[in-house]
């Protein structure tokens, strides 16, 4: 997390931004942790900064936005399948208390109450329950010896 010079904890969200004039890129956008990316982009400020793939930093203006989306090549990185070790992202031996640190990593960064906070919509919060139903599922697996 970083702190703003407003003195407000953020998270980093990547963010495809295509502007009215039909160009789109791919960056980094501050969101205030307990906030949504649309509270962002309806604050107070006409510029919204964005920190770029090569690390450099644009600000846009805000009223040159057309659409703000999570890209999709975000959504397909992670692991879709079942095998437990694999869902849960620790290796095959791992002692119970690291499954329990992995476990409670993933339900904070999935949990569907969390997406919705987000306000991403309804497809988003389906992937999340569908998330943690697997994540759950791997973890007793994992902890009754699996």
Known sequence: MKQSTRTQATRTSLVEIVLTDGNS???KIHVPVQGRISDTLNDERAFIP???ADGSHVAIAKQAIKKVTLPAAAVQKSYQGT???RVLGVREGASPD???RAYHKLCNKNHPDR???L???PDFE???TQNMMRINVAYADL???G
């Open 143 to 145: 902890m009754r010896g």
């Open 50 to 52: 964005v920190e770029m």
């Open 119 to 121: 306000d991403l919509g």
């Open 98 to 100: 690291e499954i329990k």
């Open 115 to 117: 997406i919705r906070a």
């Open 83 to 85: 095998e437990p070790h």
């Open 25 to 27: 890129l791919l960056g």
């Open 126 to 128: 389906d992937l999340a």
